[in-house]
């Protein structure tokens, strides 16, 4: 009995196996796929071209190189500050008020810099201040502000903002230059 | 028999290595161009879509001045990321054609192109990009190389050189327990049973309780029960698969072999508790089916015939339940709630490869998800699908935006008309040069007042005048007859005529300053404006060509626009219409799986049921 039990199953077991090993893709949706795929490829390409252009024109039409001013953020180490927002002022006028996502702090603790702001300003002395926001050492609630005042002439202006550890303090520290 | 062909089928599976190696601890990227940070920014959060397009601008713009040399390399990177094959192999072979790259670029470049055969499932393609790789190279390099190679060489059965490999790897700081669980998975297939089980055992004592830690550890100890199962060490496999957490993602699988591990011993008692754990578990999972018709089979051997026949029945009927699952999940599939779910969920911020799906599955359509996504054909055609949702959502929010972008130019239009007659007004009737030469003639007036110290040059308009009254006061007073009283208007005149030239002679140095200062101050704002003048001449030049390149590009970048929403819409549709068919395959199959699990539970349900009165009739002969 246990033998005829066993012999049943090794008819079936074969059926089992072949249909655990086979995969589920015949040879019509395996053209299928191998088609779509080069042309979602070419798609990407051509969106990835599109988009560049436009980031351009957008740039050029809205920010001309003449008014251009960009202000971006980075991180040097970081760890004395856990970031949550930053406020950015120009001539004391509210420009950005930043809340940045744990992915985000991720990013810039890695090496990224955020392109916070980008605007127009007219030629002459302008006062940038930032208010950063955040957890301190121990956990304390923090607020600093930095400020720098540059003068814009023709041609585009970065401003860098970078929140930097002091070990000797053992604070953070909070800087903004220009880059030329 | 049923245990041993699934166990080996399992085995097969479980003791395959593992393909991605999960970064860890990297130093913070050195930059030294913001643009090239930009990019980093978008990178580091997985969104390789804007990376690569940040990156593509920051080249254009030339505002890569000290990442030049990677910024190839890294486009690369991001595009293959991206699921770009066709543009990274492109652009790794621009690489490699090109003489000027040194020995670390072309080892990264073809160990890139590696990736991307490896990725096509081309694995002698991949084989062969690999064995270009040699020399120096950077730690970080040669790790990656090694475990892709070693891989590849797995692939193929030849386990000794993906030994060899992984051993000369093992020293370096980016080693870690991941190359070393496919070393002991390399050691096992190779037959080196005990060194391979020691490198999985070193796994499982990791004391860290991180998800990451505690998944590698459930997958060595899964691979060390199925290892012993298979010598027929039932002990320690038994043991290693207890060690498999209970509500983990492999615990169906730990709880399965754990069962046959007693089976195996002959202990059916033993085997009953962790198949009859898991045959309450959610009939979904081809383990718990298997559970179905274990739990029955363990009381058949323990002569427990009444209750195995009540378990088969009811197995019977959880399996046709199942079915009937299977099938509602077809109809929804069908019905499109699959994309529908799909559409509704983020697409992402286009970041590729590892996009995460985290859907519930609450659905008929998304039930089996999980058996669905253990297919790498069927998570491409999920990433492909988000990645189109993506591209179609990025492609609406342009059409909006450069829409507006007509306005926005009609608008700069209308101003700068506005503002053109005045503009060209300053332009051709430049003040400045007669204003200069009148600064010229004040400067030269100034300069002999010093020179003559004309203290009287200095006078303001009503000191002058009072100066005037009383010099006419004196020529008056000449006229009139010398008596005491006019003696005495002399007097008065010349004191108040010497007051005012006292106090032009006392302040003449610090109104010379004065004066100075002023026109340095004229001079200045004279300069100023000149730019300003300079300016607009240049602005004036520039805008009346700016406009209508603006334009041109406005008008090419809409018709681009309009081109690819339709292939994308065609795309997306096609895509869509491929995963549905894939997934109710999928489901398909299964169905067939249970169906062939069904009528071999009614066939050991015949065979208990003769068991069964067998046993009677021996009883009642006895």
């Given amino acids: ?180 | 028999m049923l245990q041993l062909g699934c166990k080996a089928l399992l085995l097969a599976a479980l003791l395959a290595p593992i393909a991605d190696l999960v970064a860890r601890g990297e130093p913070a990227t050195s930059v030294k161009d913001l643009q090239y940070g930009e990019m980093l920014f978008y990178y580091f959060q997985q969104d390789y879509f804007n990376s690569i397009v940040h990156l593509g601008i920051a080249r254009e713009q030339q505002r890569l001045p000290n990442h030049a040399d990677e910024a190839e390399l890294m486009m690369g990177g991001l595009v293959l990321s991206y699921g770009m094959r066709n543009k990274a192999r492109e652009i790794f072979q621009r690489l490699l054609d090109d003489e000027k790259n040194d020995l670390s670029v072309h080892n990264r470049a073809w160990l890139y192109l590696a990736k991307i055969s490896y990725q096509r499932g081309d694995f002698a393609g991949a084989l062969d990009a690999i064995a270009h790789v040699e020399g120096e190279m950077m730690p970080a390099t040669r790790t990656a190389t090694a475990n892709l190679h070693s891989l590849l060489l797995m692939q193929k059965g030849r386990n000794a050189e993906a030994i060899e490999l992984l051993e000369n790897t093992r020293s370096g700081k980016h080693w870690t327990p991941y190359l070393k669980y496919n070393l002991g998975i390399a050691r096992i297939r190779n037959g080196e049973q005990e060194n391979g089980v020691q490198e999985l055992v070193s796994i499982t004592k990791q004391s860290s309780r991180s998800a990451e830690t505690s998944m590698l550890r459930d997958k060595a100890n899964l691979a060390l029960g199925y290892s012993f199962l298979q010598t027929g060490e039932t002990g320690k496999s038994r043991q290693a698969l207890e060690q498999v957490r209970l509500e983990g993602p492999l615990s169906n699988k730990a709880l399965l072999g754990a069962g046959w591990a007693s089976a195996d011993a002959d202990d059916y008692s033993r085997a009953l508790v962790p198949w009859t754990e898991l045959s309450a578990r959610d009939p979904a999972d081809p383990a718990v089916q298997e559970s179905l018709l274990a739990v029955p089979y363990a009381l058949t051997k323990m002569n427990l015939f009444g209750r195995a026949i009540q378990k088969y029945k009811q197995s019977i009927e959880a399996l046709n339940d199942e079915k009937i699952n299977l099938d509602k999940s077809i109809v929804a599939i069908r019905d499109g709630q699959l994309l529908r779910y799909l559409q509704e969920y983020d697409a992402g911020s286009g970041d590729g490869w590892l996009q995460k799906l985290n859907l519930a599955a609450d659905s008929p359509a998304l039930r089996y998800q999980l058996s669905l996504m253990a297919s790498h054909d069927f998570q491409e055609a999920v990433k492909n699908y988000r990645d189109l949702a993506f591209l179609e959502k990025n492609l609406t929010k342009w059409n909006s935006s450069i829409a507006a972008y007509d306005d926005m130019l009609a608008s700069r239009q209308t101003r700068y008309q506005s503002q053109l007659p005045a503009a060209t007004h300053v332009l051709k009737n430049n003040p400045l040069p007669a204003l200069q030469q009148q600064h010229a003639r004040l400067q030269d007036s100034l300069g002999q007042t010093e020179a003559t110290s004309n203290i009287k040059g200095l006078a303001n308009h009503n000191e002058k005048r009072q100066l005037q009254i009383l010099s006419s006061i004196e020529k008056q007073l000449a006229e009139l007859p010398d008596t005491p009283k006019t003696q005495e208007l002399h007097k008065k005149q010349r004191l108040l005529y010497g007051v005012i030239y006292w106090q032009l002679s006392n302040e003449f140095k610090a109104r010379l300053w004065k004066i100075r200062q002023q026109l340095s101050e004229v001079e200045r704002l004279a300069r100023q404006t000149d730019k300003v003048i300079g300016r607009l001449a240049q602005a004036d030049l520039d805008t009346t060509n700016r406009f209508s390149g603006f334009e041109s590009r406005i008008a090419a970048q809409k018709s681009l626009l309009k081109n690819l929403r339709k292939r994308t819409d065609k795309a997306i549709y096609a895509q869509g219409e491929l995963l549905q068919q894939l997934a109710i395959n999928e489901l398909g199959a299964q169905k067939k799986r249970i169906d062939i699990y069904i009528v071999q539970a009614r066939f050991a349900l015949a065979q208990t049921y003769d068991s069964s009165l067998n046993n009677a009739a021996g009883r009642v002969q006895q």
């Fill in chain 1, 1 to 180: 009995m246990e033998k005829k039990y066993y012999l049943q199953l090794q008819v079936i077991l074969p059926a089992v196996l072949m249909l655990l090993f086979s995969t589920f893709t015949n040879a019509d949706s395996t053209d299928t796929a191998a088609g779509l795929d080069e042309e979602i490829q070419s798609l990407k390409q051509d969106i990835v071209a599109l988009n560049r252009s436009l980031f351009m024109l957008e740039e050029e039409l809205l920010f001309p190189s003449n008014t251009q001013v960009a202000v971006f953020l980075s991180m040097d180490v970081g760890e004395f500050f856990a970031l949550d927002s930053v406020q950015l002022k120009i001539d004391n006028k509210e420009v950005s008020n930043y809340l940045y996502t744990r992915r985000e702090v991720e990013a810039l603790h890695r090496g990224g810099v955020q392109r916070l702001y980008m605007g127009n300003l007219k030629s002459g002395e302008h006062e940038i201040v930032a208010i950063f926001t955040g957890k301190g050492p121990n956990g304390r609630d923090y607020r600093r502000g930095a400020e720098l005042v540059i003068n814009k002439s023709l041609g585009a202006r970065f401003v860098e903002l970078t929140i930097i550890d002091n070990e000797s303090s053992e604070q953070p520290d909070f800087s903004v230059r220009e880059w030329e």
